[in-house]
């Protein structure tokens, strides 16, 4: 078993604040993140996949293939945009990097799960010192 992993980049705004709750307990339990005029962060995604070598190419994956892939259904969706408003897999849910992590988990399975490969790792630095891990 061998696991390789490719790392992008994009820039995203979000909001942490439940619907149901007032402004109060939204500032209370998420603090600046709860902004009402939103904020930004510069995230780093670092996809990992495994599976066994392919012996005619030498290859898991071509790692050109994997960031495509990855742009295809991830970054030209998040990048420079509102994840509460404009990405589609983020319609209806709280956008930490929690959930973050799942959804773009959910839309990096099945094409990597058709190329032969599985997906180990859906790993998002918010900041240089916060990040989240998603193994499905």
């Known amino acids: 078993m061998i696991y390789i992993t490719r790392k992008a980049s994009f820039n995203a705004a979000h909001k942490l604040a439940r619907t149901d709750w007032d402004d109060d307990k939204n500032a209370e339990v998420y603090g600046k993140c709860a902004n009402p005029n939103w904020h930004g962060h510069n995230y780093w995604l670092y996809v990992t996949v495994k599976g066994e070598v392919n012996p005619e190419t030498g290859f898991l994956v071509d790692l050109k293939w994997l960031k495509d892939v990855m742009n295809i259904y991830v970054v030209d969706k998040v990048d420079h945009k509102n994840l509460n408003l404009d990405v589609d897999f983020m319609k209806g849910k709280l956008a930490s990097t929690e959930n973050l992590a799942i959804e773009i988990w959910k839309q990096l399975s099945a094409p ?10 859906v790993k998002i630095y918010e900041t240089e010192n916060n990040y989240v891990e998603y193994f499905g």
């Open 112 to 121: 990597v799960a058709e190329s032969g490969a599985v997906l180990h790792c």
